[in-house]
């Protein structure tokens, strides 16, 4: 288990702004295929800039925190893809209501983008991603999150959390 619950929130916050710079970079990584030939250059100019901030962001982060961010392994199975997402539910609960954290939208698109790739894989239908009908605070990933670990659960042919339970 992630030492998550012992971060303080002002690491909890740094660490999501962090993983969510990481996600931004995979998510232009993961893009490359769909670009048009004439836009490859500026393309390959985003992800590197998108890869320097983050790879900046890591450096500082691990200077002055501890445990040091590793990024994760692949999200290519519902059993990897849920523990992931249990653990980066697990610190953004930590991040504190009134931290100007953004929602970490890039993770978000990560953790759907991995869902529909599992799903695709197992042939079965992805997760549902919620309608965005306005801005979306950090503290309401934490839900979002568990929904989509829940989704892993059966995909894996396990009971929810909610059925084990009762």
């Known amino acids: 288990m992630p030492p998550f619950v012992h971060f303080s929130a002002t690491q909890a916050a740094e660490l ?4 969510d710079m990481e996600a931004r970079w995979e998510n232009l990584r993961a893009e490359a295929g769909d670009i ?3 836009s490859a250059f500026i393309q390959l100019q985003q992800k590197q800039k998108a890869y320097e901030a983050f790879h900046s ?16 392994l692949l999200l290519n199975t519902p059993l990897r893809l849920s523990e992931w997402c249990r653990w980066m539910r697990d610190l953004h609960a930590r991040v504190e209501r009134n931290d100007p ?3 970490p939208a890039h ?11 599992v799903a695709s894989r197992l042939n079965k239908e992805p ?9 979306r605070q950090v503290f309401e990933v934490a839900q979002e999150l568990e929904l989509l670990a ?5 995909a894996l042919g396990a009971p ?7």
């Open 16 to 19: 999501s702004k962090l993983v």
């Open 36 to 38: 048009a030939k004439g």
């Open 57 to 72: 962001k890591l450096k500082d982060y691990n200077k002055v925190f501890k445990p040091a961010h590793v990024p994760e």
């Open 101 to 103: 954290v953004p929602y």
């Open 107 to 117: 993770l978000m698109e990560k953790a759907y983008r991995s869902a529909e790739r």
């Open 127 to 135: 997760a549902p991603r919620p309608v965005q009908s306005q801005p």
């Open 150 to 154: 829940c989704w892993c659960d059966h």
């Open 160 to 166: 929810d959390r909610q059925e084990r339970v009762a």
